[in-house]
């Protein structure tokens, strides 16, 4: 028998056990339970000396091995149906069957990952929808100048009545194919989570981030803060935003930005403005002291939201962001379906590189292709919540 026919019998013992215990029979599953094992253990001891002799020792590998009576992790689990190449297709639960599923802790670990590049959706709105299209109305704001005054049996005059606008959104689909060769598939389990969730997290991360950017970047066009920075972001907050939105704002920079107020210093005293929050509680760990107040400070890497840098004309020179005000009113990010993935080894799609295209078939190439599909809106909510600035640096 070989090894194909052994996994396909293992798998089979597998759906008896769970058969026998759905239906109660207790000491029959048990019993079938012990032949799962024997059937595991022969295929792990003939597995190991197979793999010892192809790697030229001679000596059997003993290593320990998780027995199927143990539940997999999700992650062996996961690997598993890869090297299957999820022929049943995404059926949640049973992996165990051949099939394939998203356990929860692979995305637990993408989650975890992309905290680590930066990600600005923790910053605005999100809200999880469960239509492609929808509409939300908001109050228009308007300045009141309250009643006038009326003599006695004297007409009421009429007062302007509220005043509504909308809020649309219409999701969109983004999608990538990560090509991964079969060789890859048959490494440890290890390297096939590590490819596949760096490229999930990465892939989510980045996309949403562009879509969020979008909206923010101030890019060389924005309020000018070049001549005063402190003076600039005193009066967005005082004025501009006023206290409708001042309470809630933060500053949002990247690191060219956030080095330049790390040089702020007060007058003759050199103390500097940008302070180490004490409070543990705080959403950030920095906050700059801008005049009466204390604002917090959010620094996010270049990588992910780059100055934007004009090489010639009178322009010319680096533009830091400096994003002042409250984005989660800002910004309204409409969640439809969150990152979900299908295989196959069969299929083909078009590659384009210079111009031309050239279609790649994974089963000629001896790969897997894997897709990753998610869809998501991203909308202005408010645009009078922030005040998109920078400061030019020569």
Known sequence: MDKKEMLDAINAKVAEVKALVEADKIDEAKKAKEELQKMQDKFDLLNDIVEDEQSGTGKPNMKN?????????????????????????????????????????????????????????????????????????????????????????????QKATPTFAKLDYTIEKYAGILPVTDELLADSDANISNVLIGWLGDEEVATENAQILSLIDPGSTGTDFSSNVIDGIKNALNVTLGQAYAENSAIVTNDDGFNYLDTLKIGSTNEYLLKPSKDQTAPTPYYLAVGARKVPVVVVPNAVFPSTVVATGDDAGTYMPFVVGDLREAVAFFDRQQLSIKTSDTASINVKENNTTTVVSAFESDMTFFRGTMRFDVVSRDANAIVKGYVKKA
Do not use: W
């Open 65 to 157: 091995k998780a027995v199927v009576d143990k539940k997999m992790d999700a992650i062996h689990e996961f690997a598993n149906a890869a090297r299957r190449h999820f022929r049943n297709g995404m059926n949640e639960g049973t992996a165990a069957d051949g099939g394939y599923t998203v356990p929860a802790d692979i995305q637990t670990k993408i989650n975890k990952y992309k905290e680590a590049k930066f990600s600005l959706k923790k910053l605005v709105r999100v809200e999880n929808v469960g239509t492609n299209t929808g509409r939300r109305i908001f109050k228009v704001k308007t300045s009141h100048t309250g009643f006038s005054s009326v003599n006695e049996g004297a007409a009421i005059g």
